[in-house]
């Protein structure tokens, strides 16, 4: 897919708080393709301890496929949400400096594509920081409001986590959210299979992001498995999206019953 390795694709200048991220030559295939790549930019963002930063986005000779479009898309959107203070992008080829000279002086001009990086960091440079003041993490949930979707049943060892008509509007209630079930699961002192109600659980697009790293993390730590049910199509669309590039099976389920019987099977595998 390309010569140079995805790691190597992002890098931070703190100064000047830009991830400046080179998708240059690129070509994607498939929506695996474009996972693994948001994969790793939302890991190498999660470890610089900041949330927010401004994107610059060299797209010189990128090509996607048609087929790999929508992830792109849906992922992109994500990403920019949950971290972006301000998106530009410059492309060095001849087709895009003759576009932007000749729309440049009418309504249709995108201020936020230019033809060279020097342009692209002018720009970036005009836009205000956002970090100065830091956005509050505040939940509008309660611990009691956590509190009573968490139970843990010995006879099945799961932990039952009831998401039905519960509300992920952005970070705030990812992070309040899983650093409940991980001070109840620490309390236990052992590891659980998890079986999670997802019945009209919605889950905003600037929450993915921290949802999807923190549930990981806690799977990682706590979970013998996880089966998810009731999930709705956009959320089981998302998770079986971000499966594709990473190494859990989503485990999804129509119905309470038909995960019970997956739990079923996922503890003679491990007997």
Known sequence: MMAKRLEDRIHFLEDRQV???????????NSTQVNAFYDMLE????????????FLI?????????????THHKRGKALNLAHSMGTVRFDLSDETRRQIERTAATESFDPNLFADRDAAMARIAEFPTKRRVKRSLVTAYTEADLARRISFDETLEAMEVDLSEFVFHDSADVHAFYDHVEARLAATGKRW??????????????AWVAYAQRGKAVNVKWSLGSVRYNTGSDTEETIRMRAESQSFRPNVRSGREAALARLDEMKQALA
């Open 58 to 70: 060299n797209f010189s000779g990128f090509r996607i496929d048609e087929n790999a479009w929508y």
């Open 193 to 206: 299979f998890f079986l999670v109600d997802l019945q009209n659980c919605r889950i905003f697009e600037a």
């Open 43 to 54: 890991a190498k963002l999660g470890e610089t301890g900041e949330d927010q930063w401004f």
């Open 19 to 29: 991830a400046e991220i080179d998708l240059s030559e690129l070509t994607f295939e």
